[in-house]
């Protein structure tokens, strides 16, 4: 898994930063400060604070009304109890108007780059969210975008601005280059995410199985319960404990 969720996750950061390089930052992006503060007059500190704070009861009261409806089967080793989690998983998302890892990692990257003229500044300042973040660049990605930079600006030879589109389309050729060394494809991103998304479920499901068992094993040391047979947990329904 870790292999899987390395890859999709540079498959992401790079398609995303690459993207919003291009864009030069102007891509407006979702957050709970915009759905909270009305647009036709100036707010407070604390009406934003209140806004977004009844903002997120909101996606976590609907997110809670999703978990309470639908039927999860602690089994990981079931691939159909493990599609299913996922498929819960998906819905909370959808309903809860949650971001998803590939639309965070696009608001983290256009929200702190959002502005920056220049490709050089951009390059450097996704590295710094990159280490803020505690990722790790394994596969050198950073050093070979800032090489095709080097190698764009020197047959231009000027700096190059997110704004000239023409110079851009020239670096934007070289990460595909990049991205062909590496055999990362953005066709291939759908079916590597829903991997990743079913052994992301699937680990989950294990987590959450070795809690309920650890949980009921604690219960039947109590004396009162010590003549009590621990329940298959595969039959629990996690909906009568929300």
């Known amino acids: 898994m870790a292999l899987a969720a390395r890859l999709v996750s540079r498959s992401r950061q790079l398609y995303s930063a690459q993207a919003a390089l291009a864009n030069g930052g102007v891509t407006q992006v979702r957050s709970y400060a915009k759905e909270a503060a009305p647009a036709d007059r100036p707010v407070s500190g604390d009406e934003l604070l209140k806004g977004i ?12 009304g999703v978990l309470k409806k639908e039927k999860i089967t602690i089994d990981p080793d079931d691939p159909t109890a493990v599609a299913g989690y996922a498929q819960v998983m998906r819905t909370v998302r959808e309903k809860a108007d949650l971001l998803s890892d590939s639309q965070r990692i696009k608001y983290t990257i ?39 930079l080097e190698k764009v600006e020197s047959d231009i030879k000027k700096p190059l601005l997110r704004s000239d589109k023409k110079n851009m389309g020239l670096l934007l050729a070289e990460f595909e280059k990049i991205n062909k060394k590496l055999g990362i494809r ?8 829903e991997e990743l998304e079913l052994e992301i479920a699937k680990s989950e499901l294990t987590e959450l199985k070795n809690e309920c068992v650890e949980a009921m094993e604690g219960q039947l040391k109590r004396e009162e319960f010590k003549d009590e047979v621990m329940p298959d947990v595969r039959k629990l329904d996690i909906r009568n404990f929300l």
């Open 110 to 148: 256009e929200t702190f780059t959002k502005g920056i003229p220049d490709a050089r500044t951009y390059l450097n300042t996704l590295e710094e969210i990159r280490k803020k973040s505690g990722l790790i660049d394994d596969l050198g990605v950073e050093a070979m975008m800032m090489e095709a």
């Open 53 to 64: 704070f009844f903002e997120v009861k909101k996606k976590f009261e609907t997110a809670l």
């Open 186 to 193: 953005k066709e291939d991103l759908p079916k590597i995410e």
